[in-house]
């Protein structure tokens, strides 16, 4: 069974640091590349840094030079290290493989969990 547990988020001023985790049930991490998404008020999800298939990393350009996706295998944890945070920062915040985890139970549903909400303000 796939389970994907976001934490870390909260409120924070602009130019502040916040560091998300999120914990892979272990049959998805070790075979899927990784990555965290966001969504905001009225926005669509949008994919914000990942793994490749081959472990690169790749950035939204909106969040490059200030966030930082890692991965710990051994505790089956994926971290997104976001620095210089500003008000358009602000949405909840998803990991899950790249693409999303899809699931069938008589249509195909992506699987999400809860994120974390991450809010950047003074």
């Known amino acids: 069974q796939v389970q994907l547990v976001e934490s870390g988020g909260g409120l924070v001023q602009p130019g502040g640091s916040l560091r998300l985790s999120c914990a892979v049930s272990?049959?998805?991490?070790?075979?899927?590349?990784m990555g965290w998404y966001r969504q905001a008020p009225g926005k669509q999800r949008e994919l914000v840094a990942g793994?490749?298939?081959?472990?690169?990393?790749n950035y939204a350009d909106s969040v490059k030079g200030r966030f930082t996706i890692s991965r710990d295998n051994a505790k089956n944890t994926v971290y997104l290290q976001m620095n210089s945070l500003n008000p358009d920062d602000t949405a909840v915040y998803y990991c899950?493989?790249?693409?999303?985890?899809?699931?069938?139970?008589?249509?195909?549903?992506?699987?999400w969990g809860q994120g974390t909400q991450v809010t950047v303000s003074s």
């Open positions: 899950n493989t790249v693409p999303p985890y899809t699931y069938f139970t008589g249509i195909r549903r992506a699987y």
């Open positions: 272990g049959s998805i991490f070790s075979s899927s590349a």
């Open positions: 793994f490749t298939s081959d472990g690169s990393t």
